[in-house]
C-alpha cells in the first residue's frame, strides 16, 4: 500500500487554484463530472477507445467567453485503448500534472488492478485507498468480515450447496462480462446442479468460479442501495448523510419478472435461468419509520471501518440492501467507493441530499463539495489517500 504520506507529498506539487477532479469515464463518472462542475471545478476524464464519445462528444462542456459551462460537464480528456493503462508512469504523471484529484469508482479497481491501485497509482485519490479491496468477496478481510466485526446483519452463508434447502443466491463472477454477475438462484441441491451445469455449457460462469462462490439464504424483499456520505472534516452537524436511494434493473431477470407464470414455463434452456447484469437505475424512498435504522447500519460500518481500515471511510459509499417482511435490512453488498446508481441523482440531487442541503445535492456534487470545503480549510490531506 501506498503510504498516505506520498500521496500527501505528491499533493504538494499541485497548482492549489487549478485542481480538477478526474476519474474513469464509466460507471457513475458522469454524475462525479456533473457534481464538479456545479462547484466550480474542471473535469478530466480517462477514456478507453471505443466507448469515449460518451464523454468526448455527447457530455463535453461548452463554455461562454467568460469561461462558464453553458452546456455539458466534461472539459478535458486522454482516450487509451484499455484502462489500465492509466498505470503507466507517464499516464499517471500526466494526472499529476493536470492537478486531478482523482474519484475511484468500481471500473477503475475492476479493469486497473486492486493491487496496482493500492500499490502503484501516485495520484491522489478522494476517498479510502485501503478500503477499495475489501469489495473483493473472498479476499481475507472482504466485506464480509468487516460486516460481521461491526455486527451487521447479512445473508447467512452456506458452506456446503448439498445443504441447500431453501431459496438461496449464488453468487460468483460472470464469466465474459468483467464486471458483471453469473449469480443464480436455486432452492435445493438438485436445481443447484442443473443450473450450474447449464450456466457452465453456457459459457455464463467458470468452474473455478463456481467452486469458490458464495452461497447465501435469499432475503425476499425489495431492494434499497443507501448511498451515503462520510465527511470526515465535518465539526458542526453529523458527519454522515445519506444522500440517496437507488434499485437496479437487471438483465435478464427484470424481463423475466414482467412474464406470466405460464409463458415463463416454455423459455428455451439458454433462456430459463435469468442474468443479474444491472444495466440501469432508478430512484427510490423508505417510509420515514426505517430511516433511523438505515443510519445506525452506516453507523456501524463507519466504526468498524475507522476500527480495522484507518482512517476509515472517507466521502461516499453504498450500503446494498434488502428488507424482509419484518422490516429487517439484510447487507447484501458494500461499495466502500461513489455506487453505481448515483446517476439517477445527478442535477436534479435526491430527496434526501436536498432536503439536507437546500440545494439539489448529488453525490457528485456532495463530493465536489468537500473537496472545495477542504482546499478552503486547508485540510485537503484529511480526505485523499
Request: contains cysteine; charged residues 25%; negative net charge.
Amino acid at each position: 500500500m501506498i503510504d498516505r504520506n506520498e500521496i500527501i507529498e505528491v499533493l504538494q506539487e499541485y497548482n492549489p487554484t487549478e485542481y480538477k477532479i478526474g476519474a474513469v469515464a464509466s460507471h457513475s463518472a458522469l454524475d462525479v463530472f456533473d457534481g464538479a462542475v456545479e462547484e466550480g471545478f474542471s473535469t478530466y476524464a480517462v477514456c478507453r477507445s471505443g466507448r469515449e464519445k460518451t464523454y468526448t462528444k455527447y457530455f463535453r462542456t461548452m463554455c461562454d467567453e467568460d469561461g462558464c459551462v453553458m452546456r455539458g460537464v466534461v472539459d478535458d480528456w486522454v482516450v487509451y485503448d484499455q484502462f489500465d493503462e492509466i498505470l503507466q508512469p507517464d499516464a499517471q504523471q500526466a494526472l499529476i500534472d493536470n492537478n486531478v484529484l482523482f474519484i475511484p469508482n468500481r471500473s477503475f479497481t475492476s479493469y486497473c488492478g486492486i493491487d496496482e491501485v493500492e500499490n502503484d497509482f501516485r495520484v491522489p485519490l478522494v476517498g479510502s485507498r485501503n478500503l477499495l479491496r475489501s469489495e473483493e468477496r473472498g479476499e481475507e478481510q472482504d466485506y464480509y468480515w468487516l460486516l460481521e466485526k461491526a455486527g451487521l446483519p447479512y445473508p447467512e452463508k452456506l458452506s456446503d450447496p448439498q445443504d441447500i434447502d431453501e431459496l438461496v443466491m449464488v453468487k460468483l463472477p460472470h464469466a465474459v462480462k468483467k464486471l458483471e454477475r453469473g449469480f443464480f438462484s436455486a432452492a435445493s441441491y438438485a436445481e443447484y446442479v442443473e443450473k450450474s451445469e447449464a450456466l457452465l455449457a453456457q459459457n455464463v460462469i467458470t468452474q473455478d468460479a463456481l467452486d469458490n462462490a458464495r452461497i447465501e439464504r435469499y432475503i425476499i424483499g425489495p431492494v434499497f442501495n443507501l448511498d451515503f456520505f462520510y465527511s470526515p472534516i465535518e465539526e458542526e452537524l453529523s458527519p454522515l448523510e445519506l444522500l440517496g436511494i437507488d434499485w437496479r434493473f437487471e438483465t435478464s431477470l427484470d424481463g423475466h419478472v414482467r412474464l406470466p407464470a405460464p409463458q415463463q414455463m416454455t423459455l428455451k434452456p439458454h433462456q430459463i435461468t435469468p442474468e443479474y447484469t444491472v444495466c440501469g437505475h432508478n430512484s427510490a424512498t423508505l417510509r420515514e419509520s426505517l430511516l433511523e435504522e438505515a443510519f445506525e447500519l452506516a453507523e456501524k460500518y463507519v466504526a468498524a471501518t475507522q476500527k480495522y481500515y484507518d482512517p476509515g471511510i472517507i466521502g461516499p459509499f453504498c450500503l446494498q440492501t434488502c428488507v424482509d417482511k419484518d422490516l429487517n435490512f439484510y447487507i447484501y453488498d458494500v461499495a466502500p467507493r461513489v455506487g453505481g446508481g448515483t446517476n439517477v441523482h445527478m442535477s436534479v440531487g435526491h430527496p434526501y441530499g436536498n432536503t439536507i442541503w437546500r440545494v439539489p445535492m448529488s453525490s457528485g456534487r456532495r463530493l465536489a463539495m468537500e473537496i472545495r470545503n477542504a482546499i478552503e480549510l486547508e485540510k485537503l490531506d484529511k480526505i485523499v489517500t
